[in-house]
């Protein structure tokens, strides 16, 4: 009898998370994804045939990330996969003029939560690596992390410290049967791009993001794949 694997989507109620989390339900995961509005995660629940479990959570919070990750526990005993991709992209703006609180919320999404839950999933993560050797975390970052894009210095900054980690924790791991891989796409067609001067036809899709996990998924414990970089036909960002 084949292990039913389980898997915790962070941003997972909308855009790239959602997608992800579509993904992976259709790989045969049983899903949690982890927003923070009751109302976007209803209607993702329903987008994933209403068999997700759905946890409501400010993951800039400490405390409300220990309390995902002991709901997902309570419910499914187990993760395969845990996936990073909560963000928060802030004001636009020279350093100058960004207010600490703003610059505080965004290294806080942006980055910490991503390295609190990863820190707080990894028992998990190591048993399911022990047991079948393929756990995964995927981070969601941003071509931004590579290079350093004007008006959004933090949101970059923040980007870099997730492909940093990831790299890091992949050196922690490397024998522990659990495979990080950090996605760096340029403009993504979701309501975080709103504010680009770009035509939404030139912008990469969420799915495009989603069907990359599906190759992270499926290529043998032996294929380890650090990072994958997405570039829009017209241009890297």
């Known amino acids: 009898?084949?292990?039913?694997?389980?898997?915790?989507?962070?941003g997972g109620s909308s855009g790239i998370g959602l997608e992800i989390a579509r993904v992976l339900a259709s790989e045969g995961h049983s899903v949690t994804i982890v927003?923070?509005?009751?109302?976007?995660?209803?209607?993702?629940?329903e987008v994933l045939g209403g068999s997700a479990h759905v946890v409501a959570a400010d993951l800039s919070e400490d405390g409300q990330i220990e309390a995902v990750v002991a709901s997902h526990r309570s419910r499914f005993g187990?993760?395969?996969?845990?996936?990073?991709?909560?963000?928060y992209g802030g004001p636009r703006g020279s350093i100058e003029r960004i207010d600490v609180p703003k610059l505080d919320r965004i290294l806080r999404v942006d980055l910490r939560a991503a390295m609190l839950l990863t820190r707080a999933c990894l028992p998990m993560l190591r048993d399911a690596g022990s047991e079948h050797g393929?756990?995964?975390?995927?981070?969601v970052s941003s071509v931004a992390a590579v290079l350093g894009l004007d008006e959004i210095a933090t949101y970059s900054a923040a980007k870099g410290g997730?492909?940093?980690f990831g790299r890091g924790v992949q050196r922690e791991l490397a024998d522990a049967g659990v495979q990080v891989t950090t996605l760096l796409p340029a403009y993504v067609d979701t309501p975080m791009s709103d504010w680009v001067p770009v035509p939404r036809e030139e912008m990469l899709r969420p799915s495009d993001l989603a069907e990359a996990v599906r190759l992270l998924l499926r290529v043998s414990p032996a294929c380890r794949i650090p990072e994958l970089r997405f570039e829009r036909i017209a241009g890297p960002v």
């Open 35 to 45: 927003g923070r509005r009751p109302d976007k995660l209803a209607s993702a629940a």
């Open 162 to 164: 997730l492909l940093a």
């Open 134 to 139: 393929k756990a995964l975390v995927v981070n």
């Open 78 to 87: 187990r993760l395969d996969t845990l996936v990073n991709s909560a963000g």
């Open 1 to 10: 009898m084949s292990v039913v694997r389980a898997a915790l989507v962070a």
